[in-house]
């Protein structure tokens, strides 16, 4: 396509963003038309695809940082045939594939889920290292973002990962059209501002005039012929491109045009340029898995492991049985125990250090490229990647998040390391699977059961040892639970889960010795939970007593509770959770502090029967 028609498909796009826009009466033209010139470009002379075959290995990958400009999206793909002219009008209307912000769960050409800003350049590097170190395929990854965007730490987390891997294979596009939502950026269009950044950490460079389509494809072609390094492309454009009323002009962001068919008028009216978007090159097919025999660690019956260390031993496993799985980890891999799997496969491990955004974000790219992803960290540290677990769970990403280290259990090291929080936060993503074991063969069995589920799959564990209650071959589904304590003459019962589950086992010893027998449920599916276990729990026991190593919010007792909430009569409820700020103790004074072991457990027992006696 020469230039003349470039800059004529460049007005189409913003004709097409803008037509999108009026017909829903509402989105974002106006970022859309800054960014038109540099998709329009991208489409027709750079980018490889092959949009009847979405999956092909050879193609290269779009991601669409700045989600809010998914009309200029869409336009494109009506220009390369994927949709058609009367699909481009149900933008934003109820059942249209069109959503306000592209996800993968509608359209099989977008990638990720956008328009959390911030996620795109890291999502992309996660598609960038799969290409590099594991399809060794030729494509290529290309971002667009907005220059607001560039204001979010992940963005730089990314950058600096992309560099220390060398990823050539990326190249991020960043519109600098200076209008953020409410008024001018940081930087406004300082391009040296944004080339200085990417160049401190180690990316190379090009600015430009995005408006001239010949420079950018100069540019385009720049980066695509830099070795070792990513690039940037600056490129300088104006919000709402093309149109006097609105161009360059405040207030506007994310409305309509004031007057469409004016608007369209002025920019030279409804056309419908095609363009031939490149096939990308014959490229191998990934090949099949393998799934060899799945070989999960054994212990000895009451031999004391840790939970954490199970983890570390099965997913080394799990990886020699399977060539899709691989392991992330956030520098903390000698404690998570993600370090097995980095010992026996490391072309399947990707450090991201401590850069919890990135982590999360790798592991969604590599999902995307058809890999079965572990990333594991801290628990209390995930707090700080809970967004980008949120957009996985939109993007409908299969992601396995492994949360080490949880709960006051860990002792010495303060609240500052205590995951508390991390049940709730997992249980409320929606469609997640969230598992809690308490030794180590339920452990492993866990570990292998998520690499075959959908969505956000989240296995906190433990860093004190526990000892080995289940044999080798028992079995873990998930949805289920255990009971490990039962008689016809149970006073109530204790559901726990992980730690927990050994303090309720002592107590329930205790107890039985001063003769009051007591159900002890082992819990460790907190989300699906056991529903029918509880209710006939409650039926036959009349109190639940729930005891977890977790903030009362969100956490164990609040899954137990939803067994409950489908109009049938609600038991009594009652929970020894984590109620005040700890500070530094050992484990067991930890958890004695808490109010959640044997002793605790044992006493809130004896006062719940003695008043279901005075009652």
Avoid at 442 to 453: P, R, S
Avoid at 508 to 525: Q, T
Avoid at 577 to 583: E, H, L, S
Wanted: glycine residues 10%; charged residues 25%.
């Amino acid at each position: 396509m020469d230039s003349a028609r470039l800059i004529e498909l460049g007005q189409q796009l913003r004709v097409d963003s803008v037509r999108a826009a009026a017909a829903a009466g509402s989105g974002h033209p106006t970022s859309s038309m800054s960014a038109a010139d540099l998709v329009a470009v991208l489409f027709a002379r750079h980018l490889r695809y092959d949009f009847e075959r979405p999956d092909h290995p050879g193609n290269d990958r779009f991601v669409l940082s700045k989600g809010h400009a998914s009309p200029l999206l869409y336009a494109a793909y009506k220009a390369a045939g994927a949709i058609d002219d009367e699909e481009l009008l149900t933008y934003r209307t109820l059942g249209s594939r069109l959503e306000g912000h592209p996800t993968p769960r509608r359209l099989p050409w977008v990638e990720t889920a956008t328009g959390s800003l911030g996620q795109g350049l890291p999502v992309g590097v996660g598609i960038a290292l799969a290409g590099k170190r594991l399809d060794r395929s030729g494509y290529r990854v290309w971002v667009l973002c907005g220059d607001s965007e560039l204001a979010e730490g992940s963005v730089w987390e990314a950058a600096e990962h992309a560099a220390y891997e060398e990823l050539d294979n990326l190249t991020v596009i960043v519109d600098v059209n200076r209008l953020g939502q409410r008024g001018p950026t940081r930087h406004g269009h300082d391009l040296h501002a944004y080339a200085r950044r990417f160049q401190a950490f180690g990316w190379h460079t090009v600015e430009v005039d995005g408006h001239d389509v010949e420079a950018v494809d100069r540019a385009y072609g720049e980066a695509a012929s830099t070795a070792g390094q990513s690039t940037a492309i600056l490129a300088r454009t104006l919000k709402g491109k093309g149109v006097r009323d609105v161009q360059d002009r405040e207030g506007l962001h994310g409305k309509p045009l004031p007057d469409a068919d004016a608007a369209i008028a002025e920019l030279g009216g409804v056309r419908d340029l095609r363009v031939e978007v490149r096939r990308p090159s014959a490229a191998r097919i990934m090949p099949a898995v393998r799934s060899g025999p799945l070989r999960l660690p054994r212990w000895e019956s009451g031999e004391e492991v840790a939970t954490r260390d199970a983890y570390g031993r099965a997913l080394a496993a799990l990886g020699t049985a399977r060539d899709d799985v691989v392991a992330l980890d956030g520098e903390v891999g000698d404690s998570t125990r993600a370090e097995f799997f980095a010992k026996e496969h490391p072309d399947r491990f990707f450090e991201t250090y401590i850069a919890e955004q990135q982590l999360v974000a790798s592991a969604v790219g590599l999902a995307v490229r058809g890999r079965v992803p572990f990333a594991s960290s801290f628990a209390a540290f995930l707090t700080r990647a809970h967004d980008f677990v949120r957009m996985a769970a939109v993007s409908g990403a299969g992601v396995n998040v492994v949360g080490s280290h949880a709960g006051v259990a860990i002792g010495e090291d303060g609240p500052s390391q205590m995951g508390v929080e991390d049940l709730a936060m997992f249980r409320a993503v929606h469609g997640s699977t969230v598992l809690y074991p308490c030794d180590a063969h339920q452990t492993a069995a866990l570990v292998a059961a998520m690499a075959d589920l959908d969505g956000i799959r989240y296995l906190r564990t433990s860093r004190g040892k526990t000892p080995v209650l289940y044999g080798p071959d028992e079995e873990f589904p998930v949805g289920g639970s255990k009971v490990l304590r039962s008689s016809p003459d149970d006073r109530l019962t204790v559901v726990a889960a992980g730690v927990t589950v050994h303090e309720a086992l002592k107590a329930a010893d205790a107890l039985a010795a001063d003769g009051i027998p007591v159900r002890v449920i082992d819990l460790y599916s907190v989300k699906p939970v056991d529903r029918e276990t509880l209710r006939t729990a409650a039926e036959q026991t009349g109190c639940l007593l729930t005891v977890e190593d977790h903030h009362p919010e969100g956490g164990l007792g609040d899954a137990v509770v939803e067994a409950f909430l489908d109009g049938r009569p609600t038991p009594r409820l009652v929970r020894l959770a984590v109620r005040d700020m700890p500070g530094s103790a050992t484990p067991a004074e930890q958890v004695h502090a808490a109010g959640i072991d044997a002793e605790s457990v044992a006493a809130a027992v004896q006062l719940l029967v003695e008043s279901a006696v005075l009652r």
